[in-house]
């Protein structure tokens, strides 16, 4: 056999090209019956119930993510050992942001610590604690 070409048009003709094999089956078919990725399913075909579902009415119990503002102890690891932080977080929309507080070890980072964990019970907004925290940079 002759191996074709770009220019061998003959290898490419009808006789050369196989038949589609046509099924009346497709057209038997309705979208009820399709059982398909992105078919729609109703609450109560759902197998899945409970998975990813959370039911509670006490905020606390939840992750801490689940508040507005809280703060957060980290690490990070420099030459195989661990240092701890603090940090200020809080949610605006679906973002996380932080800032900055200090060494674990740092009287200075359990003084900011103490003063955001007060801020935070009295009900401050996130936007007045980061203000807070950016004004004590200038000390």
């Given amino acids: 056999m002759k191996q074709p ?3 061998d048009l003959e290898a490419f003709t009808k ?3 196989p038949t589609p094999v046509y099924d009346p089956a497709w057209d038997e078919l309705t979208p009820q019956d399709s059982h398909s990725v992105g ?3 109703s609450e ?3 197998p899945y119930k409970t998975v990813g579902a959370q039911v509670a009415t006490d905020t606390k119990k939840l992750a801490p993510q689940h508040d507005t503002h809280w703060i957060e102890k980290y690490w990070v690891e ?3 050992n661990k240092y701890w932080y603090y940090r200020y977080c809080w949610m605006v929309g679906r973002k996380k942001n932080r800032l900055y507080l200090g060494s674990v070890d740092s009287a200075i980072a359990k003084r900011k610590k103490a003063d ?3 801020a935070i019970a009295d009900g401050l907004a996130p936007v007045e ?3 807070l925290i950016k ?3 200038g000390r």
Avoid: C, H, K, Y
Wanted: avoid cysteine; aromatic fraction near 8%; charge should be negative.
């Fill in 15 to 17: 006789s050369s090209l």
């Fill in 44 to 46: 109560s075909d759902n």
């Fill in 129 to 131: 604690i980061e203000s």
């Fill in 116 to 118: 955001v964990e007060i």
């Fill in 5 to 7: 070409t770009l220019f």
């Fill in 78 to 80: 420099r030459s195989g």
């Fill in 39 to 41: 078919a729609q399913i």
């Fill in 135 to 137: 004004s004590w940079r």
